[in-house]
């Protein structure tokens, strides 16, 4: 008898988190997996409990995505399969300022949110755009849009990956091939829950509107079916965005530097 098909999902950075819920959701809607991450024991687990609760295929590699020879040898694999979604979720952020970053560590962070992204995208495109379906997801964050003391870095990528993603957008169009720039705001995950005090005032900020991780995925998938090449998640980030976006310059940097030094507990 032959198997019946499922579409073929890739989540990297799968361990938990955003990535996670994003297994979780693809495997609820019948996707076979292919789940990376660091965290091998985990990842293991996580893809045993998702084969056995949906009955589908998860094969799960532990990959470091901020060295580029192993980022090319994922290429190479994703080059043999048939891809229907390809979510680029692996990321971390690095809470210093510019100054006493080793440069390694925003080396890693360009590797894995810049290279990797742009490697694992232009390997499954030519089969999607061939068979005229299929969809890259690529995690930025409400920071694409505006500037973060000591996560510098980390906003000039998550802004790479919104303006990348739309150009691409307009790339495809006709080609049957959704991309999406996923930006999210402040979302509970172990990436925020590192912040230690500054995550809690965070948490006690008005301006602030937490997300779940299965909120981010929902809206991420529902505009992925809609064709929207850009989805903020939340009625707040969303107001917040708009609202920024009609400032004077020097007034937007003004605002968002007494927030951030409030955040800190900085005066």
């Not at 980390?154 to 790339?171: D, I, N």
Request: charged share 25%.
């Amino acid at each position: 008898m032959d198997q019946p098909f499922r579409p073929l999902g890739v989540v990297t950075g799968a361990t938990s988190g955003i990535g996670a819920a994003f297994a979780e959701a693809l495997a609820e809607e019948g996707y076979d997996l292919l789940l990376t991450g660091r965290r091998e024991t985990l990842l293991a687990e996580r893809s045993r409990s998702l084969e056995q609760r949906f009955g589908i295929r998860v094969e799960a590699l532990r990959v470091e995505l901020d060295r580029p020879q192993e980022v090319r040898r994922l290429a190479e694999r994703l080059r043999s399969l048939e891809v229907d979604l390809l979510v680029n979720n692996a990321g971390f952020g690095v809470r210093c300022d510019f100054l006493r970053t080793p440069p390694r560590t925003w080396e890693a962070l360009m590797d894995l949110q810049v290279r990797c992204p742009l490697e694992l995208t232009q390997a499954v495109l030519p089969g999607m755009v061939a068979r005229g379906r299929g969809g890259v997801v690529n995690v930025a964050s409400e920071a694409s849009f505006l500037p973060v003391p000591c996560n510098g870095v980390y906003a000039g990528v998550k802004a790479f990956l919104l303006r990348w993603t739309e150009s691409l957008a307009l790339e495809l169009e006709g080609s049957g091939v959704t991309v999406q720039a996923l930006c999210p705001g402040l979302t509970r995950t172990d990436f925020h829950g590192r912040l230690g005090e500054e995550g809690a005032r965070l948490s006690r900020s008005r301006w602030i509107r937490w997300l779940t991780p299965e909120m981010v995925v929902r809206a991420s998938l529902g505009d992925l079916k809609k064709g929207r090449a850009v989805c903020v998640p939340g009625w707040g980030s969303r107001a917040r965005i708009a609202l920024l976006s009609l400032l004077p310059r020097s007034l937007r940097l003004a605002l968002l530097g007494r927030f951030f030094r409030s955040a800190s507990g900085k005066r």
